[in-house]
Antibody, heavy 117, light 108 residues
Framework: QVQLQESGPGLVKPSETLSLTCTVSGGSISRDYWSWIRQPAGKGLEWIGRIYTSGSTNYLPSLKSRVTMSVDTSKNQFSLSLSSVTAADTALYYC????????????WGQGTMVTVS | SSELTQDPAVSVALGQTVRITCQGD??????PSWYQQKPGQAPILVIYTKNTRPSGIPDRFSGSTSGNTASLTITGAQAEDEADYYCNSRDSSGNHVVFGGGTKLTVL
């Protein structure tokens, strides 16, 4: 079965760029939508954006100027870059698979905590 | 509007039925999904596309939508259902995803 695993630095300095990678195992990354979702401690879920395996993207409007997503089908990975981070970007970051284009996320990674400090 | 609104907290007696609601204009056009999240765990999809349960989700979970309001109903709530529940859907543009603020369910 398909599994997702986030990886990347747990600590990022203010004004720098947060970079995370999600590795897809147990299946192909092809022909699906892949999203990044974050959750500050004690708060709700916030969708950041998604990428299709063709490379097309959609980003949350409020983050669009700072977000870049990419996909590497040869490595079965997709990535998130968030520039000019502040303490408000401190959160648990999840990668997730979207069922078709339903906005239903059926598979989630375990999440990776990123602290901006 | 791109917002989905949920009640912050709901409680239910063990074995009783509880409805968790989610309101938003985009729900008139797009199906909602529902997630269960327990402390320290990633969310789990429990309902999507009108009233579809992924494999392994008990049939006491069901979903419905009327106008701009979606509902997740748990019929015969169990102690293990105590968790945070989130709805999500597309926003009104259809190009982005939005989540509700979440509802903390307490099983008494």
């Amino acid at each position: 079965q398909v599994q997702l695993q986030e990886s990347g630095p747990g600590l990022v300095k203010p004004s720098e760029t947060l970079s995370l990678t999600c590795t897809v195992s147990g299946g192909s990354i092809s022909r699906d939508y892949w999203s990044w979702i974050r959750q500050p401690a004690g708060k709700g879920l916030e969708w950041i954006g998604r990428i299709y395996t063709s490379g097309s993207t959609n980003y949350l409007p409020s983050l669009k100027s700072r977000v870049t997503m990419s996909v590497d089908t040869s490595k079965n990975q997709f990535s998130l870059s968030l520039s000019s981070v502040t303490a408000a970007d401190t959160a648990l970051y999840y990668c997730a698979r979207e069922l078709g284009s339903t906005s239903a996320f059926d598979i989630w990674g375990q999440g990776t905590m990123v602290t901006v400090s | 509007s791109s917002e989905l609104t949920q009640d912050p907290a709901v409680s239910v007696a063990l074995g009783q039925t509880v409805r968790i609601t989610c309101q938003g204009d985009s729900l008139k056009d797009y199906w909602p999904s529902w997630y269960q999240q327990k402390p320290g765990q990633a969310p789990i999809l429990v309902i999507y596309t009108k009233n579809t349960r992924p494999s392994g989700i008990p049939d006491r979970f069901s979903g419905s939508t009327s106008g701009n309001t979606a509902s997740l109903t748990i019929t015969g709530a169990q102690a293990e259902d105590e968790a945070d529940y989130y709805c999500n859907s597309r926003d009104s543009s259809g190009n982005h995803v939005v989540f509700g603020g979440g509802t903390k369910l307490t099983v008494l």
